[in-house]
């Protein structure tokens, strides 16, 4: 089937389901309450949401550990309330994006029990090994939530790997069984209807023959032997030959520690095109080494190398996927904003990256500018994740460190009220709702004409009335400054200028050579945009998008 690349034109929706918001009064967000909820996302002007797991699952990892990939979980209303939002979506002309996560299953699943007891076919449904001398581990790899990468199972007597929690055993994707009941999901789903998927760690799928002990890395001890294995892009392909070229999807890889040139040999166009985008991980490092949960300042200039190298490299060959928030990671305002200045920085948080090339992806609360969350105790913490960082830490030194790296903060339920349970739900909340919903929610933004979720509203509009935004070529401009991040996009007939402070500090703005602020149009901004000459001195996190046309 001829593959037409709509996703190049759209704008996407990320719905962690269980905090957007809940249908039937029992706490837990579902997709009724999407569904009651599909016109808002309309309205927001997005073109498509992207789903993260529905299906049933006992939720150690919320839903990434599925025991059942054929069915939606019944908490979320079972396939009758999913039938009902795709064909509601479609009927909008929007689109409805899978979540695939087949690095692994839970330990409920039925492949899994089967072959813990051996039981074929599925006894090499797993990676399975015995015990070393004394019990010993099968190799020093670490696992990224709990500990090292390997549990022992008391009733096939072997460890198996995880690479995540102990309770989300490895596939053993090097079994032709396991690819054909891959297969199996992905035709089950487009058969259904749904535009395509986000692949959860897709670059993890193959691992190195003889699981060799790591003796280089000192953190994620032996992601070099599973991350861009020996078999991945054979797997990739032979999914999208046997299945994926019969649909018009779109695939979004989620790859950890790609670089842009690893990136092309899964997304080259052309070339195999194992993949349509990769969800790269640069960007969420501005303020962190490698992971949330190591620090460091956050640095403008590493944000902009991240975004405009990808830019580059990508320029041509690749398209790029764009985020700044997701269910993995505390919120962007907190990060590289401000809290203090919470409209003024979300505003142009959200100018910095939805005028780059690429299909962008808006996190649920992202559009009204939720923040972090910061409760008292790190008992508090629900995320297998959070709850494994540092536990031989103090309390207080343990809950700081939460407090600004944990996931939760992106987890706590979708404020669309001042009102009870910031109009989550009737019933009570599964987790904590964020104390600031009586400022921030839909409805109160909704009224305010100047408020982020009207800006986005704008700001989405615009960047599809303007096919410089689709097609320009990208320079960044400015790039000693760690306060202002500058680019402009451009056609032959459109030039699109970008301004972005970083700071709440006054910054002397000159515009980059062939831009002539007199002569542009100002499109966006986020205060009352006087032009003052030919350059200006930037109110806090002020940003503005100007256009010049011939
Ligand atoms: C990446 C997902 O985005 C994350 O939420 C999950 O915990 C891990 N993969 C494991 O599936």
């Given at each position: 089937?001829?593959h037409?690349?709509?996703?190049?034109?759209?704008?996407?929706?990320?719905?962690?389901?269980?905090?957007?918001?809940?249908?039937?009064?029992?706490?837990?967000?579902?997709?009724?309450?999407?569904?009651?909820?599909?016109?808002?996302l309309?309205?927001?002007?997005?073109?498509g949401?992207?789903?993260?797991?529905?299906?049933?699952?006992p939720?150690v990892?919320?839903?990434?550990?599925?025991?059942?990939?054929m069915?939606?979980?019944?908490?979320?209303?079972g396939?009758?309330?999913?039938r009902?939002?795709l064909?509601?979506?479609?009927q909008?002309?929007m689109?409805?994006?899978m979540?695939?996560?087949?690095?692994?299953?839970?330990?409920?699943?039925?492949?899994?029990?089967?072959?813990?007891?051996r039981?074929?076919?599925?006894?090499?449904y797993y990676?399975?090994?015995?015990?070393?001398?004394?019990?010993?581990?099968?190799?020093?790899?670490?696992?990224?939530?709990?500990?090292?990468?390997?549990?022992?199972?008391?009733?096939?007597?072997?460890?198996?790997?995880?690479?995540?929690?102990?309770?989300?055993?490895?596939?053993?994707?090097?079994?032709?069984?396991?690819?054909?009941?891959?297969?199996?999901?992905l035709?089950?789903w487009?058969?259904?209807g749904?535009?395509?998927?986000?692949e959860?760690?897709?670059?993890?799928?193959?691992?190195?023959?003889?699981?060799?002990?790591d003796?280089?890395?000192p953190?994620?001890?032996?992601?070099?032997?599973?991350?861009?294995?020996?078999h991945?892009?054979?797997?990739l392909?032979?999914?999208r030959?046997?299945?994926?070229?019969?649909?018009?999807?779109?695939?979004?890889?989620?790859?950890?520690?790609v670089?842009?040139?690893?990136?092309?040999d899964?997304?080259?166009?052309?070339?195999?095109?194992?993949?349509?985008?990769?969800?790269?991980f640069q960007c969420?490092?501005?303020?962190?080494?490698?992971s949330?949960?190591?620090?460091?300042?956050?640095?403008?200039r590493r944000?902009?190398?991240?975004?405009?190298t990808?830019?580059?490299?990508?320029?041509?060959?690749?398209?790029?996927?764009?985020?700044?928030?997701?269910?993995?990671?505390p919120?962007?305002?907190s990060r590289?904003?401000s809290?203090?200045?919470?409209?003024?920085s979300?505003?142009?948080l959200?100018?910095?990256?939805l005028?780059?090339k690429?299909?962008?992806?808006?996190?649920?609360g992202?559009?009204?500018?939720?923040?972090?969350?910061y409760?008292?105790?790190?008992?508090?913490?629900?995320?297998v994740?959070?709850?494994?960082?540092?536990?031989d830490?103090?309390?207080?030194?343990?809950?700081?460190?939460?407090?600004?790296?944990?996931?939760?903060?992106?987890?706590?339920?979708?404020?669309?009220?001042?009102?009870?349970?910031?109009?989550?739900?009737?019933?009570?909340?599964?987790?904590?709702?964020?104390?600031?919903?009586?400022?921030?929610?839909?409805?109160t933004?909704?009224?305010?004409?100047?408020s982020?979720l009207?800006?986005?509203?704008?700001?989405?509009?615009l960047?599809?009335?303007?096919?410089?935004?689709?097609?320009?070529?990208?320079?960044?401009?400015?790039?000693?400054?760690?306060?202002?991040?500058?680019?402009?996009?451009?056609?032959q007939?459109?030039k699109?200028?970008?301004?972005?402070?970083?700071?709440?500090?006054?910054?002397?703005?000159?515009?980059p050579r062939?831009?002539?602020l007199?002569?542009?149009?100002?499109?966006?901004?986020?205060?009352?945009?006087?032009?003052?000459?030919s350059?200006?001195?930037?109110?806090?996190?002020?940003?503005?998008?100007?256009?010049?046309?011939?």
């Amino acid at each position: 089937m001829e593959h037409t690349k709509w996703y190049r034109d759209k704008v996407f929706y990320q719905i962690w389901p269980r905090s957007f918001r809940d249908g039937n009064g029992d706490g837990i967000g579902d997709l009724w309450g999407v569904y009651e909820k599909l016109d808002y996302l309309q309205q927001l002007g997005v073109d498509g949401v992207w789903f993260s797991p529905l299906y049933p699952s006992p939720g150690v990892d919320c839903g990434y550990d599925i025991s059942d990939y054929m069915d939606i979980a019944p908490e979320y209303g079972g396939m009758e309330a999913f039938r009902a939002v795709l064909d509601g979506l479609h009927q909008r002309g929007m689109k409805l994006i899978m979540d695939l996560v087949v690095n692994h299953t839970s330990d409920e699943h039925e492949w899994f029990q089967k072959s813990r007891r051996r039981i074929e076919p599925y006894t090499d449904y797993y990676i399975w090994r015995p015990a070393g001398p004394g019990g010993k581990l099968p190799n020093n790899w670490d696992s990224h939530f709990e500990g090292k990468a390997w549990q022992w199972d008391a009733l096939r007597q072997e460890y198996y790997l995880h690479l995540f929690a102990v309770r989300q055993p490895d596939l053993n994707m090097d079994n032709p069984l396991v690819r054909e009941a891959v297969k199996k999901i992905l035709k089950f789903w487009l058969d259904l209807g749904v535009d395509g998927f986000r692949e959860d760690v897709v670059t993890f799928l193959s691992k190195k023959e003889g699981l060799p002990d790591d003796r280089l890395y000192p953190v994620f001890k032996g992601i070099r032997f599973y991350n861009h294995g020996p078999h991945i892009h054979e797997y990739l392909q032979e999914f999208r030959r046997d299945v994926l070229d019969g649909y018009d999807c779109v695939t979004i890889a989620e790859a950890p520690m790609v670089t842009p040139r690893q990136a092309l040999d899964y997304i080259a166009d052309p070339g195999s095109r194992e993949i349509d985008m990769m969800i790269q991980f640069q960007c969420m490092c501005a303020d962190c080494f490698f992971s949330d949960y190591m620090p460091r300042k956050f640095s403008l200039r590493r944000l902009r190398r991240a975004f405009s190298t990808w830019q580059r490299k990508l320029e041509g060959r690749g398209w790029n996927m764009l985020y700044l928030e997701n269910h993995d990671h505390p919120r962007v305002i907190s990060r590289y904003g401000s809290e203090r200045y919470r409209v003024e920085s979300g505003k142009m948080l959200a100018v910095s990256y939805l005028f780059l090339k690429g299909t962008p992806f808006i996190y649920q609360g992202q559009e009204i500018g939720m923040t972090n969350w910061y409760p008292e105790k790190t008992a508090m913490y629900e995320d297998v994740q959070t709850r494994n960082q540092k536990p031989d830490w103090p309390e207080e030194k343990r809950l700081k460190l939460y407090h600004r790296a944990s996931r939760d903060s992106a987890r706590t339920p979708m404020q669309w009220t001042a009102g009870k349970n910031a109009g989550f739900t009737t019933g009570t909340p599964w987790f904590y709702v964020n104390d600031n919903y009586r400022e921030v929610n839909v409805e109160t933004e909704l009224a305010d004409p100047d408020s982020l979720l009207n800006f986005y509203k704008k700001a989405i509009a615009l960047r599809k009335r303007l096919p410089v935004v689709r097609d320009g070529s990208y320079h960044d401009h400015c790039f000693g400054s760690g306060k202002l991040y500058v680019y402009t996009r451009e056609t032959q007939r459109q030039k699109l200028l970008v301004i972005c402070s970083f700071t709440d500090k006054p910054v002397r703005f000159r515009p980059p050579r062939g831009c002539d602020l007199n002569r542009m149009q100002l499109l966006l901004t986020n205060y009352d945009g006087s032009l003052e000459g030919s350059g200006f001195v930037t109110r806090p996190y002020e940003t503005r998008v100007y256009l010049h046309e011939t």
